[in-house]
């Protein structure tokens, strides 16, 4: 990750609005429902090129391919890696991926919100492990897609500051119907895994691990904080065992609890686990700043040990409104975080990704391409102020 002295850099955090095109081949490809291959991987190509060029055009920094060629930040994880497959949902262990203890306060919410079609529920069948997690060998082949894809398309747009998103190893793994305990079956998910990420480290991308798993367990989980330390420093734990031979300032990971516009009233507050995620150990840290549950935090920073070299991203745009925000109100939230930690170990970021899940459209499209500009324009007035 490359640090400025001289401006405020800006970037956001992996999924970016596809086009209604691109979403239905993403999802006829995925369910190989006989959309030739060729039709998906040439659209791809064309709508990475295109969604890069919109980035570098509202004049982010960091830019990446939006996403384009997965069908959701985790769903993809289930075509690159063997060892998974459908059960019964009566013979699977409970999942933890859609459970809320959110939805047990506010299930009218949460009943609207499933008719909306955002969360899914009910399902008769339910993705488990049921034998030896590996890494299948076609899952080279999309990750060198996806790496030559963006490539391609950094270059033709002039952009020099790149990433890539991949998922955590612990990130909603899916019902462990195989492995003795849980630390063998995530060691087996992150030995897999290690592969994806060292493919995209070593094609000279910022590699970007998207960890919920370091965010959201609070809202799921019927935890006490202290068995929450418990389960985020295993995760933690698990993250820098994956990336333990990869440089540490080629990886930043998006502690991610903003992608919906839920109440989020059990969300952890950042005081409470902030030791924790500074044990990561790659360089990189984006974290929710933006929305109303976590826009104070940037105090919170002030009585946090930050290892030497850290980045951190903080959201300084909501990705779950389409109120488009101020570009005075971006700045004034940029040099909060850079007064309490220095100009040079801030990045201008958003809450989480606008298109996590295929078609989820909290955001306009065009509203989404708005308030990005929003940020880069506040992160023009912070540059001005600060330097």
Known sequence: MR??????????????????????????????????EREFEAAVQHSVVEVVRRQREVGLTVVNDGEHSKESFMGYRSSRLDGFELVDAAQAPPTLTFSSMEAADYPNF????????????????????????????????????????????????????????????ACYAPPNLFYADEDEYLTAIADAMQLEFEAIVKA????????PDLGNTFRKRDYTLQELRTHMGRCVEVINYATRDLPAESIRVHVCCGADEAPHHRDIQLAEVADILMQLRPVGMTIVGANGRHAHEWSAWKDIKVPDGKVIVPGVIDSTTNIVEHPEAVAERIQQYASVLGRENVIAGVDCGFDTTLDMRQVDPEIAWAKLRSLTEGAAIASRALW
């Open 204 to 211: 000279g991308l910022v590699l970007q691990i998207d960890a």
């Open 3 to 36: 640090r400025s002295t001289e401006y405020i850099q800006t970037t956001h955090t992996g999924s970016l609005p596809r086009p209604r095109h691109l979403a239905e081949l993403v999802r006829e490809y995925r369910g190989s429902a006989g959309t030739g």
């Open 110 to 169: 949460y009943e609207h919100w499933l008719g909306r079609g955002n969360v899914q529920g009910g399902a008769t069948k339910v993705l488990c492990c049921t034998g030896p997690v590996s890494w299948r060998p076609t899952a080279t082949d999309e990750v060198g897609r996806d790496v030559a894809n963006l490539l391609r398309a950094a270059e033709g747009s002039g952009a020099t500051d790149v990433f890539m998103t991949a998922l955590s190893p």
